[in-house]
């Protein structure tokens, strides 16, 4: 486009013939040639052509080094969040893991006391239980990633939750039940 109007001006200049006013004031020989006014006007459109067109450069790319930078502080951010994601996870499978290999060896190195027997069967299920949960919670964050969790809600009793979850000493009595509607093996965690 500015080509074309640079040609437009370059040809209409050099058709051009400018001849003093009768009466003009003489300039003692200064005048500029048609030639050289072509040439002026060209090389100016051209500057101020290369100009924008360097300018506009500049701001493209000023724009895409930007937009690198955003993309790679949101992936760092994403990076930093999958390891502490990944460190949480390891410390919460590797505890009832450990309690059930802890009573698992305890069944093997005791005499066969039915009560024993049971209370270490129990806390073998029971962690057996919490490793399910977290697992399970593992594959519901791998759904999330993907878009496909489902969440059942239903009608929970929260006095059960609370009290299913153990209290610390010296806690005080546990509150009162109340009911709601949620995720319950979600607000169990939530609680844990």
Do not use: W
């Not at 069967?121 to 593992?138: C, K, P, Q, S, W």
Request: charged share 20%; with cysteine; glycine share 10%.
């Amino acid at each position: 486009m500015g080509a074309a109007i640079v040609g437009m001006h370059y040809t209409g200049m050099a058709a051009a013939q400018f001849t003093a006013a009768p009466g003009a004031p003489d300039l003692g020989g200064l005048s500029l040639h048609t030639g050289g006014l072509s040439i002026a006007v060209i090389s100016g459109t051209m500057l101020i052509f290369s100009v924008a067109l360097g300018g506009a450069a500049f701001d493209e790319r000023t724009r895409l080094l930007a937009r690198e930078q955003h993309a790679r502080l949101d992936a760092e951010a994403a990076n930093r969040l999958k390891d502490e994601f990944l460190a949480t996870l390891s410390h919460e499978l590797r505890t009832p893991l450990n309690v059930m290999v802890g009573r698992a060896q305890m069944l093997q190195a005791v005499a066969p006391d039915p009560a024993k027997v049971r209370e270490m069967a129990e806390a073998i299920a029971r962690n057996g239980e919490t490793l399910t949960r977290l697992v399970e919670d593992l594959l519901d964050v791998s759904r999330m990633t993907f878009g496909g969790v489902q969440v059942e809600r239903k009608s929970v009793d929260l006095g059960a939750l609370v009290e299913a979850k153990p209290s610390p000493p010296g806690s005080g009595p546990a509150p009162t039940p109340r009911r709601s509607v949620c995720t319950s093996r979600r607000f169990h965690a939530c609680l844990a």
